[in-house]
């Protein structure tokens, strides 16, 4: 370990100095430019093009207003902490907040105790027993947002902070007036205690009831923290220009303040719809606030002008309340966009290294990531949020995971950083271990499990809700069958499923003349999907019809009709098919669960389709599910959390 410990030092130490040499030169380069073009009576002008992509606005201002020009100024704050005219109102802003708020340079400010300096949970215990998974694990109540599971570094002590005590005192005022508007106002106060103590949290069951309170006070927390960063660097800024000639230059060291670069705040969300949401709750918490290219952002990451959203025009109940609420609106998965917020204006589509918050999919950030093969700016990300997780793991999961890859890593580049303001633990490649990370998810997968458990190293702790499921509502009399295959390797179950199904289930099926017919085979994983499909068309005694995410509109329409009037026997659905078309499929009497659905209402619904022909009973329907000991939090959902262990022992 100790090995292990200086080799990691030592690659930091290294990359952290290949950093310094790059950008030394290159601002011995850069002066040596400007002092050329000035005796050439040259003005020196850049247009760049902005980091964030074709999503992202150029950075050359015109007349659309989506450009803007860049005069590069030795004097200019550095790591993109640009000092603007409304950056200069707020030093006046900063003193008179200070004066009547005394958080502000007392250690028992959360955000001082936290991401300060010297932070007070950061230490090469924690961070070694962060590195080998050694958390000290208790219950604790956590008011309207049920019991957590709280995980401690082994030796670290839990924060104490009260989250309302530590917002700034224009965004409490902000809080309280919200709180006597809503109903779930003892919701927002649990939910703001426990993130404002800045350990991580795993929200297991987001209620969709709830999704707006949940944004509203995470994004109130979100701004709480950009304007105490912010505020601290231009009140060091003026500090600094203030130091006579003569004075100390050990006062300057001590005022590390900042990152490398300026983006602190990444929010990853599924689709723009998403991202509208959680923006408009953003300037909803900044009442007053002029926000610049508002136009342009309702025009991108809203339907285009004239278009009818049928999902919200629908009659009541036509659709399940879940599908309205993740495919309503622009539902595009391709999308990054930054904000940078002001004393008075947020400024939506500002360059990346311009910005404080970052919002972007996962594929958005991906494309970025490999067209410039670089993700400096997620290098000092301080809180991460990633909502809808149950709706990603619909998407290509590899792009989240590529996310957790670059993100708090050393960058390739200076990109104008001031190192002598950098904090330590910054330079030391230490900062994974102080993000806040905040995931919210409809329910469990391993996924997302695996993500909590690895990639989330907090060493001030983490919190996982803890949550019961009832069993899924079933129409009364229909014949449930949970058929268990035994496998004592995680690793092997793909293929023990595979075998069990096609040696000894699906035979069962063919000698059945009521189960050979009228199937529905619905599989959750595309992989299995793709393998049982190439079985079934070697089985010259099986006449199938599929419908998955490949298939168009004009599939999705003979698939339906071929079962329906019975010239296909069977009909293979995958789980993401049903997730994003939501088809009432008619002609079904039998159900087979390849393995347990991850949506619980998919089997739910699956279960009421057989009824939509006239004269079903109960007793015609059948349902088979596949399952193992490793599907327990799938079946949770299914059966409920008081019957699942009894499946699991059976």
């Known amino acids: 370990m100790t090995s292990l410990i200086k080799q990691t030092n030592q690659s930091t130490t290294t990359r952290l100095l290949t950093l310094l040499n790059v950008s030394a030169t290159s601002l011995k380069k850069r002066r040596r430019e400007e002092a050329e073009e000035q005796a050439n009576g040259e003005t020196r002008v850049v247009s760049t093009t902005p980091v964030g992509g074709s999503n992202a606005p150029p950075t050359v201002k015109k007349l659309n207003a989506r450009k803007e020009m860049i005069v590069i100024d030795e004097g200019a704050t550095p790591s993109g902490e640009d000092e603007g005219p409304n950056d200069k109102e707020m030093d006046s802003d900063v003193e008179m907040e200070d004066k009547a708020h005394k958080e502000s340079e007392g250690g028992k400010d959360p955000y001082n105790a936290h991401f300060g300096p010297d932070s007070s949970y950061l230490s090469d215990s924690t961070r070694i027993s962060v590195d080998n998974r050694k958390w000290t694990t208790s219950d604790k109540d956590v008011g309207k947002l049920g019991r957590a599971c709280v995980l401690l570094p082994e030796g670290a002590a839990s924060p104490g902070h009260n989250a309302v005590t530590g917002l700034l005192d224009k965004l409490q005022a902000t809080f309280e007036d919200q709180l ?88 990853v969300l599924p689709f723009r719809s998403s991202a ?8 909803h918490q900044l009442s007053g606030y002029q926000v610049e290219n508002r136009a342009r952002f309702h025009s991108e990451f809203t339907l285009p002008a004239g278009a009818e959203d049928k999902l919200l025009s629908a009659p009541a109940g036509t659709y399940s309340e879940d599908h309205v609420a993740n495919m309503s ?33 996962p594929l958005g950030l991906r494309e970025l990531i490999e067209k410039e093969r670089s993700a400096d700016y997620l ?52 900062a994974a271990y102080l993000r806040q990370s905040i995931l919210l998810s409809a329910y469990e997968t391993p996924e997302i499990r695996s993500l909590f458990n690895k990639n989330l190293l907090n060493v001030s702790g983490k919190q996982r809700i803890q949550s019961a499921w009832a069993a899924a509502q079933v129409p009364e009399g229909i014949r449930q069958n949970f058929v268990k295959f035994e496998c004592n390797n ?51 005694s099986v006449t199938i019809a599929v419908l998955s995410e490949d298939s168009d509109n004009r599939d999705i329409s003979r698939a339906r009709q071929a ?23 008619r002609g079904i009497r039998n159900l087979v669960f390849y393995a347990p659905p991850d949506h619980p209402q998919f089997y739910t619904e699956f279960l009421s389709y057989p009824f939509l022909d006239d004269g079903v009973l ?33």
């Open 563 to 585: 079962f329906f009037s019975g010239s296909k026997a069977m009909l293979l659905v995958t789980e993401r098919f049903h997730f994003f078309r939501r088809y009432k499929i």
């Open 618 to 650: 109960a007793e015609d329907v059948t349902c088979k599910v596949l399952y193992s000991k490793y599907d327990y939090m799938k079946l949770e959902r299914l059966v409920g959390t008081a019957e699942v262990g009894r499946l699991i022992a059976a």
């Open 490 to 540: 995680a690793q092997a179950e793909i293929d023990k499923r595979f075998e069990y199904f096609t040696t000894r289930l699906f035979p069962v099926l063919l000698k059945s003349a009521v189960q050979s017919v009228n199937t529905v085979i619905f599989i959750p994983s595309y992989f299995d999907y793709a393998r049982i499909h190439h079985w079934l068309k070697t089985q010259e």
């Open 379 to 430: 290098s000092s990300i301080e809180i991460l949020i990633i909502d809808q997780l149950d709706v990603l793991a619909m998407q290509n999961w590899n792009h989240l995971k590529l996310i957790f890859e670059h993100i708090n890593k050393i960058p390739k580049q200076s990109h104008d950083t001031d190192f002598s303001r950098v904090k330590p633990w910054y330079l030391d490649g230490h």
């Open 180 to 267: 006597l508007k809503k109903s779930d106002l003892q919701l927002r106060k649990d939910l703001l205690t426990t993130i404002g103590s800045y350990q991580d949290l795993y929200l297991t069951k987001r209620d969709l009831k709830s999704q707006n309170a949940y944004r509203e006070v995470i994004s109130l927390h979100i701004l709480n923290h950009i304007m105490k960063k912010r505020r601290r660097i231009l009140k060091n800024n003026e500090k600094l220009s203030s130091l006579q000639k003569d004075a100390d230059p050990s006062d300057s060291n001590a005022l590390l303040d900042q990152g490398f670069v300026r983006p602190s705040v990444l929010v």
């Open 329 to 361: 609106g622009n539902i595009d998965d391709y999308f990054r966009i930054g904000m940078k917020v002001t004393r008075k204006s947020v400024k939506l589509f500002s360059d990346f290294y311009s910005s404080d918050i970052i919002v972007a999919s």
């Open 276 to 283: 509208y949401h959680w923006i408009t709750a953003f300037i």
